[in-house]
């Protein structure tokens, strides 16, 4: 999170459709609705807001995924017992207060699904996992401020291009773009669901866990389906939107291990920072870029030394060096990918004692 991160114009109709999520699980678990009620005549108001919801709603049950309609899931769900029904319900109301637990006092958040039958777990997974990977993906029920419409409405494409719009560090259109994250480059565009929506499915759509970050945070490797709480506990982690980083986050070259650490600027933060460090492996992809920056670096001094000897000029002083240094310092682009990495390469390089290290190593002693 070294970048700052903000809802999009478009999250009410994200939110409106999280909404209707839950309308349509309370529907399904009513102690008085069985398979058979599931169908276009009751899918009405009060089931669902309006009828261009239900209309959508409807349609959307209709889609086949895995050879079978959502429908049918929808169908598994009416049918399970009071018991599972009550249990459902209940996860369903704790997960949907997720804004609760970053208040000072959380309730109890569920690390686990309910305790329901794996068939039950499994429809429900499907049926809510299809609002984003079939809903979202063809178009909501809902215009950007989150009102009904009968066509049109918010899609993925227009959620990730609002975020890329209105997360650019440079205006200009075909500039670099950069990881909200890691700060490196935006290339590969991945919605990454910060809260595994694999363990809760609910929070699919939700704007508050939606966040499009590069590939290389998103991969398996770093954060992919990992965690992001610890045991339950939100109150040693960042989250994107409701517990912002906010300049949290340091880099610090360690001299002795010639590596980038994380550090927090506050001790307040200390875990939350080590926590996100561990989950996206910052410090280690960090470094990586830190050498390769400063190899590069060291490249170009030994090629302009060679260039001015070609040119019968004399060789660099040392106070020359600190001066292309502080320049090229001076003229870094806050815009560009991996900012805050070059700006520790250059501090490094003004170290002192790697000033005196320095003309060795490019041979410049004559
Ligand atoms: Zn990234």
Request: proline share 6%; glycine share 4%.
């Amino acid at each position: 999170m070294l970048k700052p991160i903000n809802h999009v114009s478009c999250s009410p109709a994200l939110r409106a459709c999280r909404r209707l999520q839950e309308h349509l699980v309370a529907w399904l678990c009513d102690v008085n609705v069985g398979s058979a009620d599931i169908n276009q005549v009751n899918l009405v108001p009060p089931c669902v807001p309006t009828q261009t919801e239900a209309d959508w709603l409807w349609a959307f049950l209709q889609k086949i995924d895995a050879g079978k309609s959502l429908l049918v899931r929808a169908q598994i769900l009416a049918d399970r017992p009071i018991t599972e029904k009550e249990l459902l319900r209940d996860w369903v109301d704790s997960v949907s207060n997720l804004s609760s637990q970053f208040q000072p006092t959380p309730p109890t958040w569920p690390v686990t699904p309910p305790t329901i039958s794996a068939m039950a777990w499994q429809a429900f997974k499907e049926l809510m996992e299809a609002f984003y990977e079939k809903g979202l993906r063809a178009g909501l029920p809902y215009a950007t401020d989150g009102s009904p419409v009968t066509g049109g409405g918010v899609s993925y494409a227009q959620f990730v291009q609002e975020f890329r719009e209105s997360h650019r560090l440079n205006p200009n259109l075909g500039a670099y773009e950069v990881c909200v994250l890691c700060g490196g480059p935006l290339e590969a565009v991945e919605v990454d669901h910060w809260i595994a929506k694999s363990v809760y499915p609910l929070l699919s759509v939700c704007p508050d866990n939606l966040l499009p970050i590069c590939a290389q945070c998103n991969s398996t490797d770093n954060k992919g389906s990992k965690a992001v709480h610890s045991n339950g506990s939100f109150a040693d982690w960042f989250h994107p939107y409701w517990f912002h980083a906010n300049g949290g986050i340091q880099l610090n070259y360690d001299l002795q291990t010639r590596s980038i650490k994380s550090l927090a600027a506050s001790p307040a933060d200390a875990a939350k920072v080590a926590n996100l460090d561990n989950l996206l492996n910052l410090s280690k992809r960090w470094t990586r870029k830190f050498k390769a920056e400063y190899i590069s670096q060291q490249d170009e001094l030994r090629r302009r030394e060679q260039l001015r000897k070609r040119q019968n000029l004399s060789e660099y002083t040392q106070a020359e060096i600190v001066l292309h240094i502080q320049t090229e310092q001076a003229v870094l682009s806050p815009t560009k990918p991996h900012y805050e990495v070059n700006c520790v390469v250059f501090a490094a390089m003004l170290d002192q004692a790697r000033l005196d290290a320095w003309q060795t190593e490019l041979g410049l002693v004559s």
